[in-house]
């Protein structure tokens, strides 16, 4: 058996399994190895619905025999209810807030249901419990995989598993494969040095106490080894990058800073004193010779702006070298046409004053201010017109989408790219920019997604982070009330009052996470639509209310959204995914139901919408769970200074595995763990820098570098 042997040729697969698999990410002997488990637990938590009591957790499987909307009769809560039925008995499962569920039991299928029994009077039932339809029911949980061994103490590997591959599939396959002699040709990628120095279990080790551990402590060692692993080889690759960019010539700005005052004190306002650090931090950079690579995090409205406008100047008051007139120039890219025009409006304003050409280029159209004819106004020029004068260099700087990276728009002297609200600008892209010409730019991303300090140290570890922690004063705060389902009808009174007073309203519904995306968008869909039904029923009659959601073609979403800006409709109920209302100052409240679903950071990022206005706003944050828990973590909503604040918090509070890590980083759960742990995270940075620093390094851990080209992670050790 070899590492790299494809599955099906080791063990028999069924077509659906093999699917399975490949949607798994799992196509060779190696990859089914290091399929980690998810947890660990028993194996008797699948139970016989005659055997629950109150207060389990389990799963139990079975056939709805009915389903049905209803509302739990005292607060008028929406709710779906259906009675699902094993061999052994029944069970009434209820769902608060999720009405929309009892549609998608309708055909009363097979479900596999996971949650907390609960009782009622003297009745038992399943209270919110995870659902999924299954084809078939397991025929033989009851005899267990440890049935032969009453009361030891087995620590169960739990795999992540789909339909046909279920998580016991993966125990006796890996297991079979650990009892061959395959783990004495892995060859362990990270040198024996550094697994002595943070006591690390070395690879063969951990791959058996991942997979079978006689100990939790076993099970954890093991598991913090594949997480620095895992965030070793992004560094890895993250400093490799980095340092390979900072062998390129760069542009020297050396802004003097009576020229800075004079262009900031134009401002219709005093810079934050953080703006100040970040621009001062920028215009080091400028001076050093190296290329810039920099990220600069800010919660909505905290001004990056005006400091990639600050820098900018500085740039473009720069004469290219051994000229003495000519400009350096600059390049601002936005994620959407909207956000490029805004950018283009405030440039304009900004740099009204210095006589300077400014371009924009987006996939709709090209545009250079100011007009030869109107010279207050830009004017639409053809696309080939643009790139001639950015290429000659006569436009110093060019605000667009992506279009401005595309190979056909040159520079003459790009001395400077500034990337708006861009997660990821790939290392690749970043290559293509600094090939244009021989001097690599110096670059600038903004991003106001907050994430903790330990994962941003992690993705964006090619990049030195510079943070906004401050927001402009006077800025009017917005009052973010946490609602529990008792007081409901409170709050829909406050907001009737602001209603009656002309201002408007979004409604977000709670984004439901299934294991199938498509799944989800309908899902998502049916909510919106239940409720937003519930609202114009029920609480907002005399109000109109449009919906919006991802399942709706784009140009009906668009049609949707400015009827709500052009005020025909007053509430707007949508679905978190959607990126609503770009700009529409006179949504003033915002209500969030199934909170408790949401990460606090997500929280503050939707609550952002509603703070474009000189009115007051409002943020409802209503849960569907009352508990102590629930409220308290909320709580911070109200307290918390700015985004990153509660990225820390949802780390602490609800865990890396909260984070989505995998959908939105490209980092796996396990991963996840080491940015709970900012030692870990420190020394594998620590380390990779110490190892690409060091030629000599390099040369002595062959393996790693075999590893590391194996894994083609785009990292050049040479
Ligand atoms: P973001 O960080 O979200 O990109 P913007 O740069 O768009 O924020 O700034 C939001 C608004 O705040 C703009 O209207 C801008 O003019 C204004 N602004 C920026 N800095 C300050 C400041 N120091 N004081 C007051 N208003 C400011
Ligand atoms: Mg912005």
Redesign the pocket.
């Known amino acids: 058996m070899d590492q790299n042997t494809p599955i099906e040729k080791e063990f028999r697969l069924t077509a659906t399994q093999k699917k399975a698999l490949k949607r798994l990410g799992i196509e060779t002997t190696r990859d089914i190895l290091f399929h980690f488990p998810s947890r660990y637990g028993s194996p008797l938590s699948i139970k016989h619905i005659a055997d629950l009591k109150e207060g389990d957790e389990a799963i139990v499987y079975g056939k709805v025999f009915s389903a049905k909307t209803s509302k739990a009769y005292r607060q008028r809560i929406p709710l779906a209810e259906a009675m699902v039925q094993d061999d052994t008995g029944k069970i009434k499962a209820v769902w608060f807030h999720q009405a929309y569920i009892a549609k998608m039991l309708e055909d009363k299928p097979l479900v596999k249901l996971k949650g907390k029994v609960t009782k009622r009077g003297a009745y038992l039932y399943l209270a919110n419990p995870e659902v999924e339809k299954t084809k078939t029911l397991p025929i033989d949980f009851a005899d267990s995989l440890f049935a032969g061994k009453p009361g030891e103490d087995f620590l169960y590997p739990i795999y992540p598993e789909s339909h046909s591959v279920t998580s016991r599939w993966f125990y006796h396959h890996i297991q079979t494969i650990l009892k061959t002699d395959i783990l004495d040709r892995l060859d362990d990628p990270i040198p024996d040095e550094i697994l002595k120095k943070y006591h690390l279990p070395a690879q063969k080790t951990a791959l058996i106490w991942i997979h079978s551990p006689k100990k939790e402590s076993d099970a954890a060692a093991a598991r913090k080894r594949f997480a620095f692993e895992e965030i070793f080889f992004i560094q890895l690759g993250r400093i490799g990058a980095r340092m390979r960019y900072e062998k390129n010539r760069s542009f020297t700005v050396d802004a003097k800073n009576n020229d800075i005052a004079d262009f900031t004190k134009r401002?219709?306002?005093?810079?934050?004193a953080a703006?100040n650090k970040a621009i001062d931090r920028i215009l080091d950079d400028f001076r050093s010779g190296k290329p810039m690579l920099r990220l600069l995090e800010?919660?909505?409205?905290?001004?990056?702006?005006?400091?990639?406008a600050t820098t900018a100047y500085a740039v473009i008051a720069t004469p290219p070298k051994g000229q003495k007139f000519g400009n350096l120039q600059v390049a601002y890219m936005a994620p959407t046409e909207i956000l490029a025009k805004?950018h283009f409006k405030?440039f304009i304003e900004y740099f009204d004053h210095l006589n300077i050409n400014i371009g924009l280029i987006t996939g709709s159209g090209c545009y250079k201010y100011p007009s030869k004819i109107n010279t207050e106004q830009p004017t639409s020029i053809s696309r080939a017109q643009l790139l001639k004068w950015v290429a000659n260099g006569e436009i110093p700087i060019l605000i667009g989408t992506h279009a401005l990276i595309q190979k056909s728009v040159t520079f003459k002297h790009l001395a400077y790219v500034i990337i708006?609200?861009q997660h990821r600008f790939g290392t690749k892209q970043r290559m293509m920019l600094a090939k244009k010409d021989s001097t690599a730019p110096h670059l600038l991303s903004?991003t106001?997604t907050p994430i903790p300090r330990t994962l941003a140290l992690t993705i964006y570890g090619d990049l030195d982070l510079t943070l906004?922690d401050e927001m402009?004063?006077?800025?009017k705060s917005i009052i973010t009330k946490i609602t529990s389902l008792a007081k409901r009808d409170a709050a829909y009174a406050e907001i009737k009052a602001e209603l009656v007073n002309g201002r408007q309203l979004y409604v977000i519904c709670p984004r439901i996470e299934e294991p199938d995306p498509t799944k989800e968008l309908a899902l998502n869909a049916k909510s919106v639509k239940a409720e937003a039904k519930r609202l114009k029923k029920d609480v907002f009659k005399d109000y109109e209310i449009g919906i919006v959601h991802g399942k709706m073609p784009p140009k009906e979403q668009q049609a949707v959204m400015s009827d709500f800006s052009g005020k025909r409709i007053d509430i707007l109920v949508a679905t978190s995914v959607i990126e609503v209302g770009v700009n529409v100052p006179n949504a003033t409240m915002i209500i969030i139901e199934g909170a408790e679903r949401f990460g606090l950071a997500q929280l503050h990022q939707l609550r952002g919408r509603v703070l474009r206005s000189e009115h007051q706003a409002y943020c409802y944050v209503f849960s569907g769970s009352d508990s102590e828990k629930s409220m308290t973590r909320l709580k911070a909503l109200v307290q918390a200074k700015n985004g990153f604040e509660l990225s820390e918090l949802d780390l602490t509070l609800r865990g890396a595995g909260a984070m989505s890590g995998k959908k939105q980083w490209g980092i796996t759960d396990i991963g996840m763990e080491a940015i709970r742990n900012i030692k870990l995270v420190e020394a594998a940075r620590t380390e990779a820098e110490r190892i690409l620093s060091d030629d000599q390094a390099l040369k002595k851990y062959q393996s790693l570098k075999t590893y590391v080209t194996m894994l083609d992670n785009n990292i050049h050790l040479e």
Do not use: C, H
């Open positions: 401002f219709n306002f005093e810079l934050t703006q800010g919660d909505v409205g905290s001004g990056k702006t005006a400091v990639a805004q405030s708006d609200e903004m106001a906004l402009p004063r006077g800025r």
